[in-house]
């Protein structure tokens, strides 16, 4: 199994920053793709950003210039560095993660519990 733990979710002014960080741990042999997706009250999950195992990017068009997501690998951690925050990128922010668990099976639909983020006008 795989446990994924978000931190660093909070309330901040628009224009302000945070930084939110999720660690992997489990039976864990590889970590693929890592990614950040939110959700906001009445609207669909999305994603915000992903990052692959060589640290190649992509993000929504929505957060491009605001937004850098990062890993560890040797810590298993996913980081998104959120500058710039608008009152429209307040939602719950969950991390995903494709993994290659210690048995060799791939099991990619690895969910945190979401942690909030609320940008004040």
């Known amino acids: 199994q795989v446990q994924l733990v978000e931190s660093g979710g909070g309330l901040v002014q628009a224009g302000g920053s945070l930084r939110l960080s999720c660690a992997a741990s489990g039976s864990i042999f590889r970590i693929n793709a890592m990614g950040w997706y939110r959700q906001a009250p009445g609207k669909q999950r999305e994603l915000v950003a992903s990052?692959?195992?060589?640290?190649?990017?992509n993000y929504a068009d929505s957060v491009k210039g605001r937004f850098t997501i990062s890993r560890d690998n040797a810590k298993n951690t996913v980081y998104l560095q959120m500058n710039f925050l608008k009152p429209e990128d307040t939602a719950v922010y969950y991390c995903?993660?494709?993994?290659?668990?210690?048995?060799?099976?791939?099991?990619?639909?690895?969910w945190g519990q979401g942690t909030q983020v609320t940008v004040s006008s």
């Open positions: 990052i692959t195992s060589g640290a190649k990017t």
């Open positions: 995903n993660a494709d993994v290659i668990l210690s048995n060799w099976r791939r099991q990619d639909n690895n």
